[in-house]
């Protein structure tokens, strides 16, 4: 399979010469929509510059989410969100003048979930494509290719407004237009780019989990006919007969969890009845099958998860720390501690004997069933982050195989999570030393600012399953360095940096890329160009 990036090129936006322009503002104040604004609005060489009042007090996702609903049928896709001064906050996109007009005729003004009315400024023409180069369409593609698996011809969506390849690009499946400009992406992404315009995607299983999906409303046949999984869990789906596009297909898997229609019914027969009105070729459904659901089959799922509202929360907290562990200094930890956090240790039962000359150096076994000595309990227990980050650095470089983890939702209220991850690592050193298994509980507290961190961390390592023996491998190579930075902090960074050096964001860009996003290294190549004069002219236009 051909990658995106071999396929696909990023173009000039126009193939002739588009007149000059001067940047045109539509004021909430006076708002109006007349020929010379149309005229600019309608030029796809142009980045329009949205203004939204008072943005600053509400959730991004809330507030881009409204202003992409309420221009539809027009499509809108905004990138580089920011916070500006007085709580205004701002977003670029290209779009067709009907969505610019849409506004206009709400007077410039924008409903959230909640009934708060947001008044909207739109700067036509704010920045020219070839001071910008930005091409949304084959971000998204790159991304999709990241997400099919063309063996097993798996396509995995889920939680696709939080892909990280993404950047700064809001890209939410749940609203109908952006999800049908994705599957058109796919197909540059997944076939790199069919000549056949309405050629189908090579897919025979289907992941959508974590979209808010209310519906699937799409205006083309995408799939081909080998689809036979559909997995639509922990969506906001109201009614089976919302999923009506996928009915043509031989639909043999369906999962539903999570979903408000799976509270509609009285009973178990009710509800396997009126899927399989719509999916009569469904064997499978939430991991039951059809039929053996009154022989009283469990239901084994490998992860316990709530009803899913912690889903990104938690996935993001567990990438985040142990890829964080694995790097070869733990001091990059620093910050992920509460300033009163525990941190404790025990040993299961260790048998090899390269494990046990590891574990031997470093462990701090704080079985309680095992102590002589209660004194030494507390010796075993480290308490602030200084002690904790110290005892972990005392152990040796691991690697993770995140493959094997499965995690558990313990306990959970506004301010705090409790979960338990279980799976399998393995020492770097010596290359010979077999995997082994750990589990790890965590309680996280969330913070000021919607920060979280850890206030307890119980650590407990055992021998090599049998299983991990034979069959799992853990990756030898280094670990590569890591650095976490959100979409919201990349677009800081960004700001700050034009707000130093008075470079546009097209350059500002492209020295904090080389940068790897350090901005004291960006900072200092931007000095070090600037004092020989090898900073473009065009840097500053």
Same mark, same amino acid.
């Given at each position: 399979m051909a990658s995106p990036t071999s396929t696909t090129t990023?173009?000039?936006?126009?193939?002739?010469?588009?007149?000059?322009?001067?940047?045109?503002?539509?004021?909430?104040?006076?708002?109006?929509?007349?020929?010379?604004?149309?005229?600019?609005?309608?030029?796809?060489?142009?980045?329009?510059?949205?203004?939204?009042?008072?943005?600053?007090?509400?959730?991004?996702?809330?507030?881009?989410?409204?202003?992409?609903?309420?221009?539809?049928?027009?499509?809108?896709?905004?990138?580089?969100?920011?916070?500006?001064?007085?709580?205004?906050?701002?977003?670029?996109?290209?779009?067709?003048?009907?969505?610019?007009?849409?506004?206009?005729?709400?007077?410039?003004?924008?409903?959230?979930?909640g009934g708060q009315e947001l008044r909207i400024d739109i700067v036509l023409g704010y920045l020219g494509a070839q001071e910008l180069r930005v091409n949304t369409s084959k971000i998204i593609a790159e991304a999709l290719y990241a997400r099919y698996e063309p063996v097993k011809k798996t396509f995995n969506l889920d939680d696709f407004e939080n892909e990280r390849a993404l950047g700064s690009i809001f890209c939410p499946i749940s609203i109908p237009h952006i999800f049908d400009l994705v599957l058109r992406c796919s197909r540059t992404g997944i076939m790199g780019g069919s000549r056949e315009a309405n050629s189908r995607l090579p897919v025979r299983e289907l992941s959508l989990r974590y979209n808010r999906l209310t519906a699937i409303i799409l205006y083309d046949k995408f799939f081909n006919?080998?689809?036979?999984?559909?997995?639509?869990?922990?969506?906001?789906?109201?009614?089976?007969?919302?999923?009506?596009?996928?009915?043509?297909?031989?639909?043999?898997?369906?999962?539903?969890?999570?979903?408000?229609?799976?509270?509609?019914?009285?009973?178990?027969?009710?509800?396997? =009845?009126? %899927? +399989?009105? #719509? !999916?009569?070729?469904?064997?499978?459904? @939430?991991?039951? &099958?059809?039929?053996?659901?009154?022989?009283?089959?469990?239901?084994?799922?490998?992860?316990?998860?709530?009803?899913?509202?912690?889903?990104?929360?938690?996935? =993001?907290? %567990? +990438?985040? #720390? !142990?890829?964080?562990?694995?790097?070869? @200094?733990?001091? &990059?930890m620093n910050g992920l501690y509460d300033k009163n956090a525990f941190y404790s240790m025990t040993l299961g039962g260790i048998t090899n004997h390269a494990h046990k000359e590891i574990v031997k150096t470093f462990s701090t076994n704080r079985n309680l069933l095992k102590f002589v000595d209660y004194a030494k309990c507390q010796e075993s227990l480290f308490w602030g982050p200084e002690k904790i980050i110290t005892a972990l650095r005392r152990q040796p470089p691991t690697a993770h195989n995140f493959k094997t983890f499965h995690v558990d939702l313990l306990s959970e209220e506004d301010n705090y999570v409790v979960i338990s991850v279980q799976g399998l690592f393995s020492y770097r050193?010596?290359?010979?030393?077999?995997?082994?298994?750990?589990?790890?509980?965590?309680?996280?507290?969330?913070?000021?600012?919607?920060?979280?961190?850890?206030?307890?961390?119980?650590?407990?390592?055992?021998?090599?399953?049998?299983?991990?023996?034979?069959?799992?491998?853990?990756?030898?190579?280094?670990?590569?360095?890591?650095?976490?930075?959100?979409?919201?902090?990349?677009?800081?960074?960004?700001?700050?940096?034009?707000?130093?050096?008075?470079?546009?964001?097209?350059?500002?860009?492209?020295?904090?890329?080389?940068?790897?996003?350090?901005?004291?290294?960006?900072?200092?190549?931007?000095?070090?160009?600037?004092?020989?004069?090898?900073?473009?002219p065009e840097a500053f236009q």
């Open positions: 990023t173009t000039s936006p126009t193939t002739s010469v588009q007149p000059p322009w001067e940047p045109h503002r539509i004021t909430y104040l006076k708002p109006s929509f007349d020929s010379h604004e149309k005229a600019l609005a309608s030029r796809d060489d142009l980045w329009h510059k949205f203004i939204i009042f008072d943005g600053a007090r509400y959730r991004r996702a809330d507030v881009l989410r409204a202003v992409v609903t309420t221009c539809q049928p027009a499509l809108l896709v905004p990138i580089m969100y920011t916070v500006e001064d007085k709580g205004k906050t701002a977003f670029l996109a290209k779009c067709a003048s009907n969505a610019v007009e849409t506004l206009v005729s709400l007077d410039m003004s924008v409903t959230l979930p006919y080998h689809l036979t999984k559909l997995d639509l869990r922990h969506n906001q789906i109201l009614d089976v007969e919302y999923l009506r596009y996928f009915c043509e297909y031989k639909i043999s898997e369906l999962w539903l969890d999570g979903n408000p229609l799976c509270a509609r019914y009285a009973n178990s027969q009710d509800y396997i =009845q009126a %899927v +399989k009105n #719509f !999916f009569p070729h469904l064997q499978t459904l @939430d991991g039951v &099958v059809i039929g053996m659901e009154q022989k009283f089959v469990p239901c084994i799922q490998s992860n316990y998860l709530g009803n899913g509202t912690r889903i990104p929360l938690i996935r =993001q907290f %567990v +990438k985040h #720390f !142990f890829t964080l562990y694995d790097q070869e @200094d733990r001091i &990059v050193l010596p290359a010979s030393c077999p995997p082994m298994l750990f589990n790890r509980t965590f309680i996280i507290i969330r913070k000021e600012d919607n920060e979280y961190c850890i206030v307890n961390d119980q650590y407990y390592i055992d021998g090599t399953p049998a299983v991990a023996a034979s069959e799992v491998k853990i990756d030898p190579r280094p670990v590569p360095k890591f650095t976490v930075l959100s979409v919201t902090e990349k677009e800081q960074l960004l700001r700050f940096l034009r707000e130093l050096t008075t470079m546009n964001i097209r350059y500002c860009y492209k020295y904090l890329q080389d940068a790897d996003w350090n901005i004291r290294n960006a900072i200092t190549t931007f000095v070090k160009n600037y004092s020989v004069n090898d900073v473009c």
